[in-house]
C-alpha cells in the first residue's frame, strides 16, 4: 500500500482497516483511543520539568490538585480513558498487581496489556522514556467482563503491538501485523504524521545494548558472545561500539532503526529475579512482534522464540536478545556451543 510520508495516523489506521474487508472499525477505534492516551502523558511528560512532578508524589500543584508521579499519571490516563472505549474486555498494567476490569457495559472483543511509562526512573534526568502496548483477541465469549485467561496469550497471536516514545520527538511506532509504521507527533498541530513508512530493521548490525555492570552475573555463552565483539576483527565488522541508555524504548528504537542487538539475559545478581527484569506480556512480547515485522529477531537467553512462549502468569519475566537477525542469530551459535 502506497504510504504517502505526512499522512496522519488516523487516515493511515483507516487505510490498513481497507486491507481487511472483514474488519469491523473496533481495533481502530481501540488504536485512536490508545493515540488520544499517547497525546495526553507527552504533553504531560514534556511539562514535567516545569510543572515540578518530576518523581514526586503526594505534592500539590499551583491549583493545590494531587500531583501524581509521571508513572501514576500515565497508568491513570491509559486505564480510566481504556475502561469505557468498548473495544476491550480487560487490560493488565505493569503498575497493577491484578488484571484491570472495564467498565460494565463497554466489553469488546480485545485485550490490552501495557506498561504505562517504561524507564521511569530516567524521568528526573530527562532520558527518553516510553509507553509500551499489547492487544489480543479475547479467549473468553464475546460478552461479559474479560479474566487473566484472556490476557496470558502467546506473543504471535498479537493483533496489534507498538510503542510510544517520549524523546526529542514524541513518536508512535506500531504493527497491525502489515509491517512496522512510525509517526512523528506535531505538538503544534496535536496529530502524529507517518515520518517513517515499512521499517525494516537492518540484519547485521556494529551496535550492542546491554548492562555490562552485570557481567559478573551472566551465564558463559553471554560473556563469550560479549567478548566475541568486542574483539578486533574487521573482516566482521569487529569491534562493536555499545550504546545503552538503560530505557528498554529508547535501546530498543535506536536499534529498529539504526540496527542493533539489545541483551537482558537471566542473571544471578538478583535470586528474586532468575529470569531477568523484563516482562513478557507488555515488554518482550509487543518489542518481539514489531522486531519480528520489522525483519529482526527476539528470543530468550536460553535459545526459546519470544512469541511462541505460553505466558503463565501477568507479570511474568522473561530474559530478552531482541535486535537485527544476523546478530540475535550469531548469540544463538553461542549458545549453542558452536562458537
Ligand atoms: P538496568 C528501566 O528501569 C527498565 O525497566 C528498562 O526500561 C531498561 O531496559 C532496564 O530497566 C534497565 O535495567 O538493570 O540496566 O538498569
Redesign the pocket.
Known sequence: MNRPLGVTVSRHIIDSQRLHPEATGELSGLLNELIVAAKTISAEVNMAGLADILGMSGKTNIQGEHVQKLDEFANNTIKRRMARCGYICVMTSEEEADAIPVVEGYEGKYTLAFDPL?????IDVNVS??TIFSVHRRRTPDDGSGDDSDLLRKGREQVAAGYIIYGSSTMLVFSTGDGVHGFTLDPCVGEFFLSHPDIRIPQRSKYFSI?E??YTYWDEPVRRYLEHLKAVDKASGRPYSAR????????FHRNLIAGGI?L?PRDHKNPAKPHG??RLLY?AAPLAFLAEQAGGRAITDDGRTILDIEPEELHQRVPLIIGSTHDVELFGEFLAGKR
Do not use: P
Open positions: 517504561d524507564g521511569s526512573s530516567n522514556i516510553g548492562n555492570g552485570n545503552y541508555i538503560g530505557s528498554l524504548v529508547a535501546d539489545f537482558y527484569k523484563l515488554e
